[in-house]
């Protein structure tokens, strides 16, 4: 049995490893994984009640639909239910996106180094992926729109940009929108949304009335603290979501993660408070990085990518052994850098006191 031609030679996608792994073959006690940009600080204490009152549905088929969690997102962004797209994380969504899209011939034009996915799902519709180099870390949006032809299907920005965590400015998005030919759509996977704190971030929603090409990504996964129950989505105009829905699995989000999602949703507090301790222990790793001359991309999620200046493996073994484990830059094409999710406070402290200390 043969898997078709574009599937030759892909991997599947290769996580951190996981903390139990790591214990047992360094025999630590402590491991703390600093590596996937998941939230710390868990997620809201209402999450917990509802997880339990949702076990007793558990033979129950989801509702395909996440008819609740759909009124609560609209309402929240002002949008209508109908443009909006849920996914077993964003991750899906980019899935459905490419495998309602793409074709074999088509191409999409993106950054480099970005999130891997796009490229992923891509590859495997048969798509070609034309990268375009960031530069000092950031798109660059002329020459992606250089990059654009007859073939192109999907642009993906994004925005702030994974692993850097640089952004795109409003100014250069809206410039960059308004010259892209309307039959291809232009992606903002906006998986650190809340994280940002710059006033020139772009505010997407309020374009979707405009651009009928666009589509936003969010997710729970990163500030709502919910990564392991697996809930993204799309918003996009409803021509589009109800052209691509039928991409998407029957019961593709589960009941225990949309009603954890709607909890997590209506407790804003919670994520305002991770939000501002982000950007406290942000200003810890680029204390340091200036006291020790690293270079280090400013970063508006909650992830820094620092250039130790030596090869990100070396470092990236010389934390594990200390029970962190982070990303390895050589995997993200910035071969001497490691990029490190902010962990709490006390986690912080100890992994920048083994930094401090590296040789
Ligand atoms: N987009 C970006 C930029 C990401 O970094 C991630 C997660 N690493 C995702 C999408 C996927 O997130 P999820 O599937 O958990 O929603």
New binding site residues.
Partial sequence: MKVKQSMVGLVPYQPGKPIEEVKRELGLEEVVKLA??ENPYGYSPKVRQVIQESLEDLAIYPDGYARELREKVSRKLGVKETELLF????????LILCRSILSKGDNIVTATP??P?YRHNAVIEGALVKEVPLVNGVHDLDRMLEAIDENTKIVFV?N???PTGTYVSEKEFLDFLKQVPEHLLVVS?E??YEYVSTDDYPETIPLLKDYPNLMI?R????AYGL?AL???YGVANEELIKAIDPGREPFNTNTLAQRAAVEALADQEFVQTCFEKNRTEMARFEKFCEEFGYDYYPSQANFILMDLKKPGGEVFQKLLAKGFITRNGEALGFPSSVRITLGTEEQNQRIINVLSKLE
């Fill in positions: 996937s940009n996914g077993n994380g964003s991750d899906e969504v980019i970005t999130f996915q994004c702030p940009n994974n996977d998986a650190y990504l997710t729970f996964s990163k990564a697996r809930v993204g």
